[in-house]
């Protein structure tokens, strides 16, 4: 009924015929919406212009497209980037945070959304407080913490994991919890009747049907840890251990002028989240907007 | 009768001698309690210890090696906010940091945001494509904009060219003092504020068609119907928006630190990049300290604020 009245009154809106008025408003907004493409792409096209180019033509042609298309650029900034390692750790960095992220925080989420023991309205105060903590309140400490752990011989890479696990965990709790407190508990409870464990309950009935959750979580959780900066400049000195963007960081300062050779590093370091960008553009879009408020 | 000989067990005792008692127990505190133990230990001891810790640091002179800490109590914190002329200066650019932030894009992710509301085809294509600079890297992002603002090569030389001028575009932004963090705020926003717009795009689109038929049966223009329709069904997130880029404002870093590190002459600095420096480079540990926990109030004081406000009943 209300549908149908939706529908009708719609009509009678468009019937007056604004349909002028509407194709000019819709070269308004099209017109808007290219600029601020351009200015969000331009950046980028230099980018991948200046990465096929060589030093002698971006000195001539530092702006527009390539005269003479160079792929010498790839391998020169692979090798002396040494992407071919600090590529394998921040690939470890990331699927190990993913992998202990979704663990432990699917195991906890599901103990908060469905056995609520006593202490969970504390626990959740004390997830919802301390996401509110800046990373500066802690870093200094943190830091003399992680170094006596790593003088007694503990791996920096995986001590730099474990921040970056803690780091996520509010978020992950919140938004998994959410996930799970919205499945209806029948299923649980008929799996429950069939003799499975808490622990079966949890992998074959509340896993499956929470996918889109851990999908979300992985995703903008992985995205954070690939683009991370500023601990991993922190906690890891040994350059065989740097993840990308640290790497990065120190050759952009050592080859300044080599504009061929650093754009083409660049554009390394942001493919792979390219391609995963458009293959899952709707997951990515929408999971780092839930992300993002739930922070 | 049989009532009373399935009697539930009270005393401590008694319970943990009843067998069903204890697979409960088992099941409903112990289990769960097993399951969230992993995370909220990492938690406990990467976020909540050294939290603590950092307060008592501060009230230090440890210097961040050796084993000379003496208890200096609020020194540090007078000599913040009395002595240190940088950390005004640098406190001060956080506030210009965060006025930035709340205005432009807030307006440019609004603006944007209605125009793409209206528009049904191409309207994920532009979505996407707005959304890319969000997922970029912040060493990326900096080497793209530090070649773009170069001043013999980037886009002002190339204005100077077309323009038949010289050295009117063509300067170092980011290596004068007086255009040196607007720059880089200018920089972070390119990568940020397509993040907002999406943000409140969402929203936009989940207001129900018919307020805006209704607005326009009853004669609202474009601006109106912004004002009257669109503002307050995205009202929450709005306001929500702009308590967290407060907050953020206060904890700038990575653009800044790329970029200057503070300078030329501390004129980009803000606190977090002090505060790095303090902690890391110039073995003042304990004032470095002080500095995380400012910012931390800072941002707890806004937080507040927020809270407050809303409590108040404020129609925000």
Redesign the interface.
Known sequence: MTAIG?VS??DT?LQRGHSRERSR??V???T??LL??A???I??L??AF?SVKTNFE??QN??GPPVNIVSENFPNAWERGNFATTMGNSIIYVVATIAAELV??G??A???AR?????SDL?ML??LV?S??????????????INALKRIGIDARFLLI??Y???S??L??FLLRSYMIDLPTELEDAARVDGAN?FQVLTRIVLPLTKPGFLTVGLVVG?GV??E??LAL?FIHDPNQFP???S??KF?DRFDRD?AL??AG?II??FP??VL?LAL?RQ???G??EG??KT | MAVLSQKKPTTVFEKLNDETWRRKFLRNVVIPWIFIAPLLLIHIYVVAIPAVQGVYMSLTDWKGVGMNVNYVGLENYRELFFEDETFGKALGNNVAWMIFFLTVPFIMALFCATQLAQVKRGGMLYRSILFIPYVLASVVTTTIWKNLLNPQKGIGAAMDNILGLENTFGVAYLGRPESALMSIAFIDNWHFWGFLMILFLAAMQSIPPVLYDAAKIDGANRWQEFRHVTLPGIRPILVFMFMMVAIWSFLAFDYIFLLTQGGPGGASEVIATQLYKNAFFRFQAGYGAAQGVVISIFAGFIILIFVTVKRRGWDI
Do not use: C, D
């Not at chain 1, 056995?115 to 202490?119: A, C, D, I, R, S």
């Open positions: 939706k009154l719609r809106v408003l819709l308004f907004n099209h808007v919406l601020l493409t200015f969000a792409v950046p980028l230099v980018l200046n971006i000195g530092p702006l432990f925080g195991l906890a599901y103990a908060l056995k609520k023991p006593p202490g626990l004390y997830f301390a509110t903590i800046p990373l500066w309140m802690y870093i200094v400490p943190l830091f003399v913490q474990m921040v696990v803690a780091g965990a509010p992950t709790i808490e995205l690939w683009n900066f500023l922190t990308v963007t640290t990065f960081y952009v504009w650093t754009s660049a370091i942001i989240v390219m960008f553009q990515f879009i929408e780092l907007a993002g408020i």
